[in-house]
């Protein structure tokens, strides 16, 4: 079996400085990581992923994500949040590179304060 | 990028009525899709996978006579909710891959239902 936790259900900053959104996961395998971004009436998209390469993994719009194994986690940053960076967060884990039914963390919502 | 559509976008049918949701992949073949449910501000919540030209697989707690899937085509699965209930309400997203050629995942818009 496994899973995720997304351990802050909100996360605040203001525009311009740094941005970190934690995830857990679990996992009886070598897991695939994703990050996708859920805009408002918009579809998911993805935003990274770590599929046993390399453990930094830089994705689009300036995130990049670091896989720990001895810590299970696999966070996502970006060195400075923009206005249009704020959206829903999902930390995914797949046992099969993503060609399986996904497991989603509960989300994290991004608020960038002007 | 590849591109999954949903039809409708947004739907209300009223109790006891069934509702068609469609999802296309547009200009890839889709070897296997998925359907999954997401509760207001809430997770996505897989329900069932559908391989091109078998029965559907579904998670356990869904039930398969209400939430009925067809994936006749390369391009097309269906999602028919039968007498439906207001708890039947909820956001509804698919996702296809063309499986073993890639493993990325691509999602569709969603469907919202809401049953009254």
């Known amino acids: 079996a496994q899973s995720v936790t997304q351990l802050d259900s909100h996360v605040s900053v203001s525009e311009g400085t740094p941005v970190l959104l934690r995830c857990n996961y679990s996992?009886?395998?070598?897991?695939?990581l994703f990050w996708y971004v859920q805009h408002p009436n918009k579809g998911l998209q993805l935003l990274l992923k770590?599929?046993?390469?390399?453990?930094l993994v830089k994705g689009i719009n300036g995130f990049e994500a670091e896989f720990k194994k001895s810590e299970t986690s696999f966070h996502l940053t970006k060195p400075s949040a923009h206005m249009s960076d704020a959206a829903e967060y999902f930390c995914v884990v797949s046992e099969w590179g993503g060609a399986d039914g996904l497991t989603f963390g509960k989300g994290t919502h991004l608020i960038i304060q002007p | 990028g590849a591109v999954v559509s949903q039809h409708p976008s947004r739907v209300i049918c009223k109790s006891g009525t069934s509702v068609k949701i469609e999802c296309r992949s547009l200009?890839?073949?889709?070897?296997?899709m998925f359907w999954y449910r997401q509760f207001p501000k809430q997770s996505l919540m897989l329900m069932a996978t559908s391989n091109e030209g078998s029965k559907a697989t579904y998670e356990q707690g869904v039930e398969k006579d209400k939430f009925l899937i067809n994936h006749a085509s390369l391009t097309l699965s269906t999602l028919t909710v039968t007498s439906a209930h207001p708890e039947d309400s909820s956001f509804y997203i698919c996702?296809?891959?063309?499986?073993?050629?890639?493993?990325?995942?691509?999602f569709g818009p969603g469907t919202r239902l809401t049953v009254t």
């Open positions: 770590y599929t046993s390469a390399a453990t």
């Open positions: 996702s296809a891959i063309d499986y073993p050629s890639s493993y990325e995942q691509y």
């Open positions: 200009d890839f073949q889709a070897t296997t």
């Open positions: 996992s009886s395998y070598s897991p695939s």
